[in-house]
């Protein structure tokens, strides 16, 4: 049984707000994901069979390996179609920011959608999310966008709604967030929504397959080497950390989305919790965390890098040299040794306590 955990007051608010509009525009943050992809076209394809007119405008660049997505066509990608994504966002009347809490994190798309004098929508669960918004469903606890878009159809009664494009979409978002369901499921509702979703006739093994599992040879080359030469990990401080220059991505031919998944590798190490991932890109030092447990890279990301997320996820920038940001990183891990802040806990290494229960085959 899938709980309804959006409150009332909210869903009456956002059906008075679609019935009352027409003209609709979707957006997500830049360097659009999977949840983000995922969750604005999902949406997209409930209120055009609503007969709603509606577009679904992107900041930047799609990852070629969310191409599949149903609708992925007709997306307007701001830095592509700069002129087209203006008027649909001037001619909207409500607005949905779907997988961002703050207007920092969609570039320069922000401006129209700033001036714009639709109402603003944002469904999203990341923490701390702004008060730029004249309706806010915004669940930290949620795996996912995918999954709150899919709960908000479901209590507004739309799920009829959800065809097997949209449920494509949905599932997609749901997937990559949880990393193919093995993280932020701590709630089984999870599953519960992929099931759903699956009854749709969608093509699960499809989904994954080019969502999370196809990679070009230069791809999986680099990642190859950023592992065998460029992982240091610091065992006492239960950290790891992989760093990336320009010239090194450059030698494997980097396109973007190449590193995808790659600063989650070394939190598989036993004793590892937390990973930080440092990328030389054009304009600065992109950033990345993981961890698991209560250590909250968000905080380290909010605090050193301009950036959030997520307690186990996050990211920011960084604009100064790769050695300021690795000397940053040492800083970090030298705190948690004066401070006895250790992210341990939930470490990977820990023994496992016995299993209460036994397995039988029959
Ligand atoms: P990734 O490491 O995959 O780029 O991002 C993981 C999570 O960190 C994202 O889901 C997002 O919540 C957050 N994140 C990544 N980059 C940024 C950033 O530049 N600013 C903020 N505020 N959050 C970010
Ligand atoms: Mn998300």
Same mark, same amino acid.
């Given at each position: 049984?899938?709980?309804?955990?959006?409150? $009332?007051?909210?869903?009456?608010?956002?059906?008075?707000?679609?019935?009352?509009?027409?003209?609709?525009?979707?957006?997500?943050?830049?360097?659009?994901?999977? $949840?983000?992809?995922?969750?604005? =076209? +999902?949406?997209?394809?409930?209120?055009?069979?609503?007969?709603?007119?509606?577009?679904?405008?992107?900041? %930047?660049?799609?990852?070629?390996?969310?191409?599949?997505?149903? #609708?992925?066509?007709?997306?307007?990608?701001?830095?592509?179609?700069?002129?087209?994504?203006?008027?649909?966002?001037?001619?909207?009347?409500?607005?949905?920011?779907?997988?961002?809490?703050?207007?920092?994190?969609?570039?320069?798309?922000?401006?129209?959608?700033?001036?714009?004098?639709?109402?603003?929508?944002?469904?999203?669960?990341?923490?701390?999310?702004?008060?730029?918004?004249?309706?806010?469903?915004?669940?930290?606890?949620?795996?996912?966008?995918?999954?709150?878009?899919?709960?908000?159809?479901?209590?507004?009664?739309?799920?009829?709604?959800?065809?097997?494009?949209?449920?494509?979409?949905?599932?997609?978002?749901?997937?990559?967030?949880?990393?193919?369901?093995?993280?932020?499921?701590?709630?089984?509702?999870?599953?519960?929504?992929?099931?759903?979703?699956?009854?749709?006739?969608?093509? !699960?093994?499809?989904?994954?397959?080019?969502?999370?599992?196809?990679?070009?040879?230069?791809?999986?080359?680099?990642?190859? *080497?950023? @592992?065998?030469?460029?992982?240091?990990?610091?065992?006492?401080? &239960?950290?790891?950390?992989?760093? =990336?220059?320009?010239?090194?991505?450059?030698?494997?031919?980097? &396109?973007?989305?190449?590193?995808? #998944?790659?600063?989650?590798?070394?939190?598989?190490?036993?004793?590892?919790?937390?990973?930080?991932?440092?990328?030389? %890109?054009?304009?600065? @030092?992109?950033?990345?965390?993981?961890?698991?447990?209560?250590?909250?890279?968000? $905080?380290?990301?909010?605090? *050193?890098?301009? +950036?959030?997320?997520?307690?186990?996820?996050?990211?920011? %920038?960084?604009?100064? !040299?790769?050695?300021?940001?690795?000397? @940053?990183? *040492?800083?970090?891990?030298?705190?948690?040794?004066?401070?006895?802040?250790?992210?341990? #806990?939930?470490?990977?290494?820990?023994?496992?306590?016995?299993?209460?229960?036994?397995?039988?085959?029959?």
């Amino acid at each position: 049984m899938i709980q309804a955990i959006i409150p $009332d007051p909210k869903i009456e608010r956002l059906r008075a707000l679609i019935n009352g509009t027409n003209d609709i525009v979707i957006t997500c943050h830049m360097s659009p994901d999977g $949840d983000a992809m995922g969750s604005t =076209l +999902g949406l997209c394809h409930v209120l055009q069979r609503l007969a709603k007119n509606v577009r679904v405008v992107v900041p %930047d660049m799609i990852p070629k390996s969310l191409f599949f997505l149903p #609708g992925m066509r007709d997306v307007y990608i701001y830095t592509k179609h700069e002129a087209r994504a203006r008027e649909a966002i001037a001619g909207a009347k409500l607005i949905f920011c779907l997988d961002f809490n703050t207007l920092a994190r969609i570039d320069r798309l922000a401006e129209p959608i700033r001036l714009s004098r639709a109402k603003r929508v944002l469904i999203d669960h990341h923490l701390d999310p702004d008060d730029d918004f004249d309706l806010a469903i915004s669940m930290p606890e949620a795996s996912s966008t995918c999954e709150l878009v899919f709960r908000m159809l479901m209590q507004m009664h739309m799920l009829n709604m959800v065809d097997r494009r949209a449920a494509t979409c949905l599932y997609t978002g749901l997937m990559t967030d949880t990393g193919n369901f093995t993280y932020s499921t701590e709630n089984p509702e999870v599953f519960e929504i992929a099931a759903a979703l699956a009854r749709r006739h969608i093509d !699960t093994k499809a989904i994954y397959n080019m969502a999370l599992n196809t990679f070009s040879a230069d791809c999986l080359r680099l990642q190859g *080497y950023a @592992i065998a030469e460029k992982m240091q990990v610091f065992a006492e401080q &239960h950290a790891a950390l992989i760093t =990336l220059t320009q010239d090194e991505l450059k030698r494997f031919n980097y &396109h973007r989305g190449d590193t995808e #998944g790659l600063v989650n590798k070394p939190l598989s190490i036993p004793g590892v919790n937390w990973v930080m991932f440092l990328r030389e %890109d054009a304009e600065y @030092i992109k950033v990345s965390c993981r961890s698991v447990g209560d250590f909250a890279v968000s $905080d380290i990301c909010e605090r *050193y890098f301009n +950036g959030g997320g997520h307690t186990n996820a996050a990211g920011g %920038d960084f604009r100064g !040299t790769m050695d300021e940001a690795v000397g @940053i990183f *040492y800083s970090i891990i030298a705190d948690c040794d004066d401070e006895s802040e250790l992210p341990a #806990g939930e470490a990977q290494g820990e023994e496992l306590p016995a299993a209460d229960f036994e397995f039988t085959i029959e």
